[in-house]
């Protein structure tokens, strides 16, 4: 359950889709590392919050305990840290594990591929930040899925909000993962999970209701920087003062179109430290719409800055930011698209198909197409000693091969080849 095999079609799309999220990464400048599958099973618990037990463990093999890895960044920190790395800009595509409810259609899987691009090192504030944002901004762009948002917060701000809504500090992440689920379901529900399972006051939920429903840009860090009560809780003060910065970045970048500076936005992740952030499809279901309707998310990501510390040995800390594009979901959205275009897609990379229009041609065939091979062109033939010429160029038009080089006993004679553009059906002799 969970998983699945990728036809020739499909894969032929998913290459064509991380290749466009690849060649954004390395204009970036980002160099790929790549890591095991497995990681040892105490490197992964205690750092998902709530999701630690969709992490798939592995039975003992002779004294290791070991899991599947859950996402790329867990071992990117590890690798840092076991590597006395301290300043590294990367990515890596590889497929993550969890133990999840499938729910296919959605696009959500057991085994996936995340693609992630991560910046390791001390830097000035916000400057790497606004380059996840950038890239975020352009692969979304770039793949054309139509009307995006993403929506940005800071850990520092949801938790000075909390502390300011009198909610102790041992209750911080269990009440970020339930303010997480506002974009799926009405404030009521999460007031009441807060109340009802994460034992918070009423009159706090209350008080937290009023700042997780704010969303805006520039004008509504200025407001709550003049706020009362959070200008006055250090953490929250740090954190707008760092998205007022990120802001200032964002527009030189001229994205601040596509942004969205939204308090609702938590991500579940207990590793976060400073900026999240979350790219969101919208879809207008009809023109009279008001308010786009999401599609869910895309991209994700964020600031861990404490991460790597908790693999060495000395707690030295690495600082960190990074996305994570949802490779999955944009792939379901692709092949939805492509099959409503009723587009074929090519699943080989064929230039060219030798044939022969008589029989007995066969050494002809192999001796062309091995020099073919050997000049490093792509080639094919059929594997029958005396196919007939239309099921040859039928062969190239099912597979939308361009080309047929056409050796028949003329040609052989005359020393060449017949050279046959598919589609137009012109001939040249060289």
């Known amino acids: 359950q969970g998983t699945r095999d990728h036809p020739p079609a499909q894969t032929a799309l998913r290459d064509r889709l991380l290749s466009a999220v690849v060649s954004c990464f390395k204009r970036h400048g980002a160099a790929a590392i790549d890591t095991p599958v497995l990681e040892l099973r105490e490197t992964l618990m205690g750092k998902y919050g709530e999701d630690t037990k969709l992490i798939y463990e592995l039975q003992d093999q002779g004294g290791e305990l070991l899991a599947l890895r859950y996402d790329l960044t867990v071992p990117f920190a590890r690798y840092l840290a076991m590597n006395k790395v301290t300043n590294m800009k990367r990515y890596h595509v590889a497929k993550v594990y969890r133990r999840d409810n499938p729910a296919t259609t959605r696009g959500r899987y057991r085994e996936f591929y995340q693609c992630d691009f991560d910046i390791a090192g001390q830097f000035d504030p916000m400057i790497p930040d606004a380059e996840c944002l950038k890239i975020v901004h352009e692969i979304l762009s770039d793949l054309q899925l139509g009307d995006f948002v993403i929506k940005v917060n800071d850990r520092r701000i949801l938790n000075g909000v909390f502390a300011v809504c009198g909610v102790p500090e041992s209750k911080f992440i269990p009440a970020c993962s339930t303010v997480d689920k506002l974009d799926k379901v009405p404030w009521e529900e999460v007031r009441s999970e807060m109340?009802?399972?994460?034992?918070?006051?009423?009159?706090?939920?209350?008080?937290?209701?009023?700042?997780?429903?704010?969303?805006?840009?520039?004008?509504?860090?200025?407001?709550?920087?003049?706020?009362?009560?959070?200008?006055?809780?250090?953490?929250?003060?740090?954190?707008?003062?760092?998205?007022?910065?990120?802001?200032?970045?964002?527009?030189?970048?001229?994205?601040?179109?596509?942004?969205?500076?939204?308090?609702?936005?938590?991500?579940?992740?207990?590793?976060?430290?400073?900026?999240?952030?979350?790219?969101?499809?919208?879809?207008?279901?009809?023109?009279?719409?008001?308010?786009?309707?999401?599609?869910?998310?895309?991209?994700?990501?964020?600031?861990?800055?404490?991460?790597?510390?908790?693999?060495?040995?000395?707690?030295?800390?690495?600082?960190?930011?990074?996305?994570?594009?949802?490779?999955?979901?944009?792939?379901?959205?692709?092949?939805?698209?492509?099959?409503?275009?009723?587009?074929?897609?090519?699943?080989?990379?064929?230039?060219?198909?030798?044939?022969?229009?008589?029989?007995?041609?066969?050494?002809?065939?192999?001796?062309?197409?091995?020099?073919?091979?050997?000049?490093?062109?792509?080639?094919?033939?059929?594997?029958?000693?005396?196919?007939?010429?239309?099921?040859?160029?039928?062969?190239?038009?099912?597979?939308?091969?361009?080309?047929?080089?056409?050796?028949?006993?003329?040609?052989?004679?005359?020393?060449?080849?017949?050279?046959?553009?598919?589609?137009?059906?012109?001939?040249?002799?060289?």
Request: glycine share 10%.
């Open 195 to 430: 109340v009802g399972e994460k034992g918070l006051s009423p009159e706090a939920a209350d008080r937290i209701g009023e700042y997780v429903q704010l969303h805006g840009g520039l004008d509504l860090i200025e407001r709550l920087l003049q706020d009362p009560k959070l200008s006055q809780n250090k953490l929250a003060k740090e954190g707008l003062g760092d998205m007022k910065l990120l802001f200032e970045y964002l527009t030189l970048f001229g994205i601040t179109g596509k942004i969205s500076f939204d308090l609702s936005l938590a991500r579940g992740l207990d590793y976060y430290t400073g900026v999240i952030f979350e790219a969101v499809l919208l879809h207008q279901e009809n023109e009279h719409v008001e308010e786009p309707v999401s599609v869910g998310s895309v991209a994700g990501g964020g600031r861990y800055d404490g991460l790597v510390g908790m693999f060495d040995p000395k707690g030295r800390k690495v600082p960190c930011v990074g996305v994570s594009i949802g490779i999955e979901r944009i792939f379901s959205i692709l092949e939805q698209k492509l099959e409503a275009s009723g587009e074929k897609l090519r699943t080989t990379e064929t230039q060219v198909l030798v044939a022969t229009p008589q029989k007995h041609l066969l050494p002809a065939r192999l001796k062309l197409i091995s020099e073919l091979w050997d000049a490093g062109i792509k080639a094919e033939m059929l594997y029958k000693k005396d196919p007939k010429l239309l099921k040859q160029l039928q062969y190239c038009e099912d597979t939308g091969i361009p080309l047929a080089a056409i050796v028949g006993e003329q040609e052989l004679a005359d020393g060449v080849v017949k050279l046959r553009d598919v589609a137009t059906r012109e001939e040249v002799r060289m």
